[in-house]
């Protein structure tokens, strides 16, 4: 019994092309059954093999495009607190260095996490995934680390662990201790708490899937974060590594040689970082939100994909990077980094599946993908990108079941 058909769609983005980064379908339709896209193609073909008034559920798309479910492989959406003022003092001047050195930043987002309880954080983590839920996100990562201690960062992740219960987006849980290093605290020995106590107990509990480090000048070097991440590797956890976001000190180059799943930011990377990146397999994930919050220079994705990196964009949502949307991360990626609405969609979709080590047709609409869809209220996947102040999601189904609209 088919579960669900949608129709006259005027436009079926449905995966990596041959020629093309998008494949798509016009005059299309999708079939679902237990979850599952079951055939694609043209309407009248699926819904002669799929009537839709012999469906449980049918949608007329009338002729609105119909996209996968976004994926965003980069948040930090857990954290309690505001920092809103920050973003004053970031234009009149003050680096996030600064900011960060007089106790704001991360340091100060810790501060609040660390005073609230799990149910405050729970509630806080529904609320923003609500929001992207609206804008199409279907599967996201979330990383702890604003707590910086074990009983923290454990109750972080498993307010992301309940969340992935309670929510209908799929979430995926990195543990990060290494975000930043404690207020009073040398950084040699912080790290030796993080391999020696933390990521241990992280394992026990058995909740993260990643292991990710802030290698970064004046945080953590690339032989403190190689450290953190073989540890985590000994411990069952996959390795991702922020690189070269505010400098170049060798994080790329790191990421290739443990074989992270994805390197992140890589503002600063190079040709041969990402010769290196493409040889190991890793997927480099660009953030364009966070440049734009730091009135920075833009991630350089025309040298990647001129290598045939299979980039992928993320939001960074943070209280940083304060947007939850992968469509303006689109709209920024096109405008800042020179992307196509094609490639940016890819790279929200496909690509992003593949920086979060999810299993094949993730991030597609092809024969045997989870049937997450997303159903704009326009004609064409470009209008995610074109009206960048507007959000164009209508309905969002995840798994086959409505969840939005």
């Not at 394992?203 to 945080?219: H, K, R």
């Not at 496909?350 to 299993?359: C, F, G, R, S």
Request: charged share 20%.
């Amino acid at each position: 019994m088919t579960d669900l058909v949608v129709y006259d769609i005027a436009e079926l983005a449905v995966g990596p092309g041959t020629d093309e980064p998008m494949e798509t379908i016009e005059n299309a339709a999708v079939a679902v059954e237990d979850g599952t896209v079951v055939s694609v193609g043209d309407t009248d073909d699926v819904t002669e093999e799929h009537p839709p008034s012999a469906a449980d559920a049918a949608y007329d798309a009338a002729g609105r495009a119909v996209l996968p479910g976004f994926v965003d492989p980069h948040t930090h959406a857990l954290f309690a607190g505001d920092r809103s003022d920050e973003f004053e003092a970031k234009l009149r001047g003050k680096s996030y260095q600064e900011i960060l050195a007089q106790g704001g930043g991360i340091l100060r987002t810790v501060d609040a996490v660390r005073t609230a309880d799990e149910d405050t954080l729970l509630a806080n983590l529904l609320s923003q995934l609500d929001v992207m839920l609206e804008h199409g996100t279907t599967t996201v990562e979330v990383k702890s680390g604003y707590g910086l201690d074990t009983g923290t960062e454990l109750r972080m992740l498993r307010a992301i662990d309940r969340a992935d219960d309670q929510h209908p987006v799929d979430v995926v849980p990195t543990f990060m201790g290494a975000h930043a290093v404690p207020q009073g605290m040398d950084t040699d020995d912080y790290v030796d708490e993080v391999v020696e106590e933390q990521l241990p107990a992280v394992a026990e509990q058995g909740i993260a899937t990643f292991c990710d480090v802030f290698c970064e000048e004046d945080v953590f070097s690339v032989a403190q974060s190689r450290r953190v991440l073989e540890t985590g590797m000994a411990h069952g956890l996959t390795p991702k590594v922020h690189a070269e976001e505010l400098a170049h000190i060798g994080g790329t180059q790191l990421a290739a040689e443990v074989g992270a799943t994805s390197a992140d930011h890589l503002l600063h990377s190079t040709e041969a970082d990402v010769d290196a990146l493409v040889d190991a397999g890793v997927v480099p994930v660009l953030l364009p939100g966070t440049a734009f919050g730091l009135g920075a220079e833009y991630a350089d994705a025309g040298m990647m994909l001129d290598r045939d990196a299979p980039v992928a964009i993320a939001t960074d949502f943070n209280p940083n990077c304060h947007s939850h949307s992968m469509g303006f991360a689109q709209s920024l990626a096109c405008v800042g980094m020179g992307m196509t609405p094609a490639e940016a969609l890819l790279a929200s979709t496909h690509n992003a599946a593949e920086a979060l080590d999810l299993p094949a047709r993730h991030g597609t609409l092809r024969e045997g993908a989870p049937a997450d869809l997303v159903v704009l209220d326009a004609p064409s996947f470009v209008h995610v990108p074109y009206q960048y102040g507007v959000n164009v999601v209508e309905t969002v189904w995840k798994d086959g079941d409505r969840v939005h609209g």
